[in-house]
């Protein structure tokens, strides 16, 4: 018999016996599944944190049973709510003989509310003597044990597709995977104070757009039936915002989920949180500066310091952050001379003599960002901004008017990955236009990322928007940075995976 197939037996066992158990309990008049609500004095942390005024009082507190330890005529346990554990103290004299003996039926991974007195075991340990008790929830499946099976003492998980499947169990066994969830959802709530006190307003635009724009990716696409026509998952936030400067508003921001149909690695997700910013009358070197200011302030913050931990480095948010041309940057790592990209025969043997595939390759500008991501961003370990980037890849972002094969964008790079994009944005609707025309020629070559034609943008610049900044931040690659996660799937609480085989 195969080891999963022991598993499944065992795990089957095991839900019988806690299934006996609740009936018993319900014979009993303790069903657990009937209790509506328990009236908590604390939280578990209060208890401990403020033992000195508690000692000797009569508190009433609950959470999930994480550990027993019987000892004839008195029982230990711990419990856990979402402040951290505490110690309960059973005793037979206490209770009675009844209330004793149904503490057999109570399992690791029960809800139990109990009621008693805080004082301190002789160890020192700040715990709760039971006067009285509360079976609130029956656990019906055990949850992972990281010691021997059947010892009666909470373990944590490690087994990585359980952890991201069936993430409830990884949050319950790994108190340092809540905190990291607990992180994130600071960093969000900062993030917006930040925007909030620079005048910024919050705004939601469209999740199903008949057109996905304002990003080089595969849309997934649904359909509407009231409507009887096809739409696609956003991939991008930007051109319903930049609409928002056309009508008036002069600063507007959104953080939403967003859709890319493309692959699956640590640093992709094919449903992820995005933050977009624009701000009339700004340019790139405002822009530049608002993402130094908003790092620190998160860092700062939430974190505590402008020096933070990543893996064997320390990453430093203190202003300005290194400003690095991209054909510099990339003559350096690899030795590709800025004149090999006159062309795109020159450029995709360029590529090829450094052992990358050319041929899905359909312009120059494909071809420098491909070489930017394998040999010159797992070198920008701080924060740095990498600027000049080629028209091709760029069909957003004005041209540089010294050199029109350029444009006035940046990418920012922490910890050797890309966190965010930035523009001097287009307002001209004719340059526009042309660039979308350049796009759809890139589409129909077979560039299936290239960026659609879209008539209603056009339309909406066509009455006038002012000059803009713009910018977008993955909230997920910040929060991995800020919390020295290596993987986007340990800062996304239920990442995409393939669906199981029942």
Request: a negative charge.
């Amino acid at each position: 018999m195969s080891e999963g197939n022991i598993n499944a037996l065992e795990e089957d066992q095991f839900f019988k016996t806690r299934l006996e158990k609740l009936e018993q309990l319900r014979r009993r008049g303790l069903d657990p599944f009937s209790v509506e609500k328990y009236c908590r004095t604390h939280c578990l942390d209060a208890v401990r944190q403020y033992f000195e005024q508690l000692e000797g009082q009569t508190v009433r507190v609950a959470g999930r049973i994480v550990a027993i330890r019987a000892m004839g005529r008195a029982t230990f346990m711990h419990i856990e709510d979402a402040s951290g554990r505490l110690q309960v103290y059973f005793r037979q004299d206490e209770l009675g003989p009844d209330m004793y003996e149904v503490l057999e039926l109570l399992d690791i991974g029960d809800f139990i509310g109990v009621e008693g007195k805080v004082f301190r075991t002789r160890t020192g340990e700040v715990t709760v003597a039971v006067s009285q008790y509360t079976p609130l929830v029956k656990a019906l499946r055990p949850p992972p044990l990281g010691k021997q099976r059947g010892e009666k003492e909470w373990g944590g998980l490690a087994d990585i597709e359980t952890r991201y499947r069936q993430r409830y169990l990884d949050l319950m066994a790994n108190p340092e995977v809540r905190q990291v969830f607990i992180t994130r959802s600071r960093i969000v709530s900062a993030v917006r104070r930040f925007y909030d006190q620079r005048g910024y307003l919050e705004v939601e635009t469209p999740v199903l757009q008949a057109v996905a724009g304002g990003a080089a990716a595969r849309p997934f696409i649904t359909h509407h039936n009231a409507l009887d026509h096809d739409f696609h998952l956003r991939i991008s936030l930007e051109l319903y915002l930049k609409r928002l400067l056309v009508g008036g508003f002069e600063k507007v921001y959104e953080i939403g989920r967003c859709f890319r149909n493309e692959g699956i690695s640590v640093r992709h997700n094919p449903e992820y949180t995005l933050l977009e910013s624009y701000e009339a009358y700004a340019n790139l070197e405002d822009i530049m500066e608002l993402v130094e200011d908003l790092f620190a302030y998160v860092a700062q913050e939430v974190i505590g310091s402008l020096e933070i931990p990543y893996g064997n480095h320390v990453l430093n948010f203190r202003k300005p952050w290194p400003r690095v041309k991209l054909l510099e940057a990339i003559e350096e790592n690899t030795g590709v001379k800025p004149g090999e990209f006159e062309t795109l025969e020159s450029a995709k043997a360029a590529g090829e003599r450094l052992g990358l595939p050319m041929d899905q390759e359909y312009s120059v500008g494909g071809i420098i960002e491909k070489i930017l991501e394998r040999f010159v961003q797992p070198t920008l370990i701080q924060p740095t901004f990498v600027v000049d980037y080629p028209i091709e890849t760029s069909p957003l972002a004005k041209k540089r008017a010294d050199n029109p094969r350029l444009v006035r964008r940046f990418e920012a790079y922490i910890a050797g990955q890309e966190v965010g994009n930035a523009f001097s944005e287009i307002n001209d609707p004719l340059d526009q236009r042309e660039r979308f025309i350049a796009q759809a020629r890139l589409r129909a070559a077979g560039d299936a990322e290239a960026h659609p034609m879209d008539e209603d943008f056009l339309r909406a610049l066509e009455y006038g928007m002012p000059p803009a900044g713009g910018l977008g931040i993955g909230i997920d690659r910040m929060v991995m940075v800020l919390t020295n996660q290596d993987s986007i799937r340990d800062v996304i609480l239920f990442p995409q995976m393939r669906p199981e085989k029942h």
